[in-house]
């Protein structure tokens, strides 16, 4: 199983704690994972890689995993981005991408949920899809301190750009997401979060 960004350790962790004889492979284009090796378990390994030109060869892994990495790409970008994600995973094996839905400019994170064909025109076949609304730090603990910690790495990668956007400093910024947390919490509020996923034929045209 081959994931890419690496913001989703702890459940990979989890996954190959659990699956001892599968190995796993952990990526991401910078080296966000260095404190997290000497904890990792012998069947999970980790590389700093680009997901347009991954360093496998075709047809190398059974299931390809992408979360959390909509904001990573421009819309025009992803079908060369499937692609090669579909390039890596071996005939009969599956392709699933995880992420939230919203949109800024050209950062189309409802992609997957306007563009599904990109998927079907990438090669793969059975395609679904499910979307879920996650409570946002409220709930149960498991989920309200998952759900915030995610959205608190994701407004953390944006930040550059939603201070430029929103013509605010850091500082600002920062300010404005611990309010906006304590709001999720006493509003109770809601994030749309989709899978998108596939199947890589087994004959290949």
């Known amino acids: 199983m081959f994931t890419l960004t690496c913001y989703t350790f702890p459940h990979f962790q989890e996954m ?37 030109d991954l360093p496998f060869p075709d047809n190398h892994f059974d299931f390809v995993y992408q979360a959390m990495s909509m904001a990573s790409f421009r819309e025009r970008e992803w ?40 998927l079907e025109e990438a090669g793969l076949e059975n395609i679904g899809r499910v979307i879920q609304s996650i409570p946002m730090g409220w709930g149960p603990v498991e989920i309200a301190e998952q759900s915030l910690m995610g959205l608190r790495g994701l407004m953390e990668a ?16 920062d300010d404005m997401m611990t309010e906006a947390e304590r709001e999720f919490v006493t509003h109770k509020q809601f994030w ?8 890589k034929p087994v004959t290949q045209n």
């Open 16 to 52: 190959a704690n659990t699956h001892p004889a599968s190995e796993f492979t952990a990526a991401d284009i910078v080296d966000t994972f260095s404190d997290s090796i000497s904890s990792a378990p012998a069947n999970l390994n980790f590389l700093v890689a680009n997901t347009r």
């Open 79 to 118: 079908p060369s981005v499937i692609r090669e994600l579909v390039r890596v995973t071996k005939p009969g094996g599956w392709v699933e991408l995880f992420d939230a839905m919203m949109s800024m400019r050209d950062v189309n994170l409802n992609y997957l949920f306007l563009k599904e064909d990109a």
């Open 158 to 173: 944006l930040k550059p750009q939603m201070c430029l956007a929103l013509g605010l400093g850091e500082d600002e910024f």
């Open 192 to 199: 749309d979060m989709m899978s998108v996923w596939g199947r």
